[in-house]
């Protein structure tokens, strides 16, 4: 019998009714709380205490709560969906293919080289720019390109998938998971940035050697492929990419610009949501005035980018919907503190591991990264002071399970969207990639270890 996921918006409302029938069945509590020095309100360990009397929420909290999480989170709403028009925008000058194209020329008869840049640049964007929905477009021209190059479509797609799937656990500052969950937990934006660059050496290396190996396989006797005998959508003609124009060269140029004002804007003026936003907006118009499509053209490619990440921003509230209840119930600390009680009994190293556990397994419920740092950051946070792992630990355990999870569970719509496109069922991708998830596991497991040795923060 084949088991249909449900949509995510509706798991997210079921983890609301169960939130909030967990009011109604855990006590209240709290945590003293004190202002550290950096200025960072944390909770006081060993300060729990429930509350005299218990307050219960109204059934109808669960429908009222969702306005008032859309207040709550109105920031990061709005910010999602002005970049995921400037991104709209950028996609149509053609850049981005022109791009993809040039690399193709330039080193399709180095196949193992095609491979591992096509990775680094997929993890590239995923890492700054939070891309993953944008990726699908890509798929067929690069599974059409794999198997001109005597591999197959799984090749192509574990390319692509690990590529943006290290890119988000390693993010560097995705503006989707990275910069609100160190918001949430109270640290500046982009901090930490040096050890993250330095784990996604091992993480690349780990991923791009699973992919070649499979491939070279592949190569060497075709019936080994996963998708052997299967038919996939192939392109027509692999060469159709547009030629690399001045137009495209001058969008690709100004996105560097503005990559680069994003980092210095966050490091020495404080820029957060509404300096970012002005600037990805800034972007689409230079990007659409400079490439030729017209001011209208622009507006509707901006409407339509924005329109995409509609349901992002929907999960973005009700994700805060869940927090919200809890906190309204006065049943949040309680959970931090029952979350916390066995991690602190296996020491701090530990105690990250089991953070990296947690986020994998809520990653299926929640596959939105953003919708999961506004759920589980709130808990993550305080649960690191409480077990002496720092918040800057608990945002990377957070970017681990979110992006290595991503490549895995089918409750992702975009995963389940790319593999659709290329003709890969899920039982064949699980097989392929569930290897290579282990791996990229332990080694993460590893980095956490290190990271509360070398006392990152």
């Not at 027509?236 to 124009?245: F, G, I, L, R, W």
Request: proline share 4%; charged share 10%; net charge negative.
């Amino acid at each position: 019998m084949k088991i249909k996921v449900p949509h995510t918006l509706v798991l997210l409302f079921i983890l609301m009714a169960f939130s909030l029938v967990l009011t109604w069945l855990i006590p209240s509590g709290e945590f003293d709380t004190e202002i550290n020095e950096q200025g960072i309100e944390t909770v006081v360990p060993g300060s729990f205490t429930e509350a005299d009397e218990k307050e219960y929420l109204s059934p109808l909290a669960l429908f009222t709560v969702v306005p008032r999480a859309f207040a709550s989170a109105q920031g990061i709403i709005f910010f999602v969906l002005i970049i995921g028009g400037a991104l709209a925008v950028v996609r149509q000058t053609g850049a981005i293919d022109a791009l993809l194209g040039k690399m193709v020329k330039n080193f399709g008869d180095q196949p193992y080289l095609l491979l591992f840049l096509a990775m680094l640049a997929f993890a590239v964007a995923s890492a700054t720019l939070g891309m993953a929905e944008e990726y699908i477009p890509f798929a067929i021209i690069l599974v059409s390109v794999s198997i001109a190059l005597r591999m197959d479509a799984v090749t192509a797609i574990g390319t692509m998938v690990i590529g943006y799937g290290i890119g988000y656990a390693v993010a560097v500052m995705n503006p989707f998971t990275l910069l609100i969950a160190q918001d949430i937990a109270g640290l500046q934006p982009t901090s930490g940035m040096n050890y993250r660059l330095i784990l996604a050496v091992p993480l690349l290396a780990v991923g791009f050697h699973h992919v070649w190996r499979y491939a070279r396989k592949v190569q060497a006797d075709p019936t080994a492929s996963l998708v052997y005998g299967v038919e996939v959508p192939v392109a027509a003609d692999v060469q159709e990419y547009p030629e690399m124009t001045g137009r495209h060269k001058s969008v690709l140029f100004v996105t560097l610009l503005a990559l680069v004002a994003l980092v210095i804007g966050i490091w020495f003026y404080d820029w957060y949501l509404v300096e970012l936003g002005a600037m990805f907006l800034g972007l689409a118009i230079l990007a659409g005035l400079i490439s030729g499509i017209g001011i209208n053209k622009t507006a509707t490619e901006f409407g339509n980018g924005a329109a995409e990440l509609t349901t992002t921003a929907l999960l973005i509230g009700f994700a805060r919907a869940i927090a919200l209840l809890l906190e309204d119930g006065q049943v949040l600390h309680t959970v931090v503190n029952g979350l916390a009680a066995p991690l602190t009994l296996v020491g701090a190293e530990l105690s990250a591991v089991g953070m990296l556990f947690i986020q994998s397994v809520l990653n299926f419920f929640i596959p939105s990264g953003s919708g999961q740092a506004f759920v589980t950051m709130p808990l993550m946070a305080p649960i690191g002071d409480l077990v002496g792992v720092s918040r800057q630990i608990a945002v990377l355990a957070f970017q681990f399970g979110d992006g290595l999870m991503n490549m895995i569970v089918p409750t992702n719509p975009v995963l389940m969207g790319i593999l659709g496109l290329a003709g890969i069922s899920y039982d064949r991708w699980l097989k392929f990639i569930l290897p290579v998830i282990l791996k990229l596991l332990a080694v993460c497991a590893i980095g956490l270890v290190v990271a509360v040795w070398v006392g990152y923060t």
